[in-house]
């Protein structure tokens, strides 16, 4: 039972990259930093409140592709390299149906990250495999009480899957895995508000965090015996984020932003436990238990950018430009193979083409973990360092007077 024990203590990705700031070609561009412009149809992500900001109909359709290489120095022992890439989808939907009334529907993967080393690495018992992912479909309510402030509301559903696996690093030493799925419920509401017209806006988001209870099936093995087939099931839950927003409209085509998003982990980092079970048994207190300390810490993220369109005869040109640096809610103590989070430094890159009702957006975001040396158990003096590197696409519409003109000029943008 001890070996076992031993054996079912893997870490977790709790790392600020399994949350997705970038949630959209267009705020990619500018690092994130949109809480108070939400002024395209991705205020259904950042601030729900925006939604009275636009006219008619809007749709967004993108793609956003991640990819994570790391790199793992381990004192006395040859370098680890992990990779893990994947694609998410987002749809966005607005409807202005009059000058204090909008609704939204967001779908989009706030939390995802995939991390994968070798078997037999020398942090293999801290983990080899870890893949997470989110989807969050996302009703809004927009109002708009007075030309200067809106506030916006919705209901979050969250369906969830999570794939782990740490092994002994010795051939036939045994090691767990489990698959698992499970749906939350959260909420989310903002609020907007012209401070001075034109030259300062500002925004308030809050999205609650979600619990999810996971269940599917793992295996077991110990050494010397064959893997068990067992039942798994985990409590898994997201964290609350907060963030706060001004933008400013300094040139007539020139538009500055700046964000600071608190990810509030601390509420939902109590141990995670993995509870294994016989096929068709019900947990007690004899059932395997994989118990993991998170122990996380509240993190800040810092992110400013810039906006200036080139206005052509038929066209706008957007570019786009952002930095900012995140913190991490990984202690020393707890930097493993799953979760090597650091300090991180964020650069954007963007542009669009929109003509007409149709639009273009592309953009980049380079993100650089820094070095840092662990001190967990599991592999000490072991210095992790990473990149990861996101890149969206997305294609847009917006139709201005589907649905009736909006003929109140304090109400129409």
């Not at 592709?65 to 004192?75: A, D, L, Y």
Request: hydrophobic fraction near 40%; charge should be neutral.
């Amino acid at each position: 039972m001890l070996l076992l024990s031993l054996l079912l203590s893997p870490g977790m990705a709790f790392a600020g990259g399994t949350e997705l700031i970038e949630q959209s070609a267009a705020a990619i561009g500018v690092a994130g930093a949109v809480t108070g412009r939400a002024d395209e149809a991705d205020a259904a992500f950042y601030n729900p409140a925006g939604l009275t900001r636009q006219r008619g109909l809007g749709l967004t359709v993108g793609g956003t592709f991640v990819g994570w290489t790391g790199e793992v120095k381990g004192s006395g022992n040859a370098d680890t390299h992990s990779s893990g890439y994947f694609g998410l989808p987002t749809v966005y939907l607005t409807q202005r149906l009059g000058p204090h009334l909008a609704f939204g529907l967001g779908v989009f993967s706030q939390f995802a990250s995939r991390v994968d080393y070798p078997v037999a690495w020398p942090g293999a018992l801290g983990g080899t495999h870890f893949d997470l992912t989110t989807t969050t479909i996302n009703p809004q309510v927009s109002i708009r009480p007075h030309p200067r402030v809106s506030v916006g509301f919705g209901l979050t559903v969250v369906p969830a899957s999570l794939s782990m696996r740490h092994d002994s690093g010795r051939p036939g030493a045994g090691g767990a895995s489990s698959v698992t799925t499970g749906v939350g419920i959260g909420a989310n509401v903002g609020l907007l508000v012209d401070v001075v017209q034109r030259w300062l806006r500002v925004g308030v988001a809050y999205r609650s965090g979600v619990d999810l209870t996971m269940n599917g099936s793992g295996q077991v093995g110990v050494t010397g015996q064959p893997a068990q087939t067992l039942d798994a099931v985990l409590a898994y839950s997201t964290p609350h984020n907060l963030a706060l927003g001004l933008s400013s409209l300094v040139l007539p085509n020139l538009v500055l932003s700046a964000d600071v998003r608190w990810t509030l982990w601390a509420p939902s980092s109590a141990p995670l436990t993995t509870i294994f079970t016989m096929p068709g048994e019900k947990p007690s207190s004899s059932s395997y238990r994989d118990t993991i300390d998170t122990n996380l810490r509240d993190t800040v993220a810092v992110r400013v950018g810039a906006e200036y369109k080139l206005i052509g005869k038929d066209c706008e040109l957007p570019l786009r430009l952002g930095v900012g640096v995140d913190t991490t809610p990984v202690r020393q103590g707890w930097l493993i193979g799953l979760q090597p989070d650091n300090l991180r430094v964020v650069l954007g890159l963007g542009m669009g083409l929109h003509r007409g009702a149709f639009g273009v957006d592309v953009g980049y975001s380079l993100q650089i973990l820094t070095d840092r040396t662990s001190t967990s158990p599991l592999y000490p003096n072991a210095t992790f360092s990473a990149l990861q590197h996101i890149a969206s696409l997305s294609v847009s519409i917006r139709l201005e007077d589907f649905g009736g003109r909006l003929n109140v000029p304090e109400y129409k943008h």
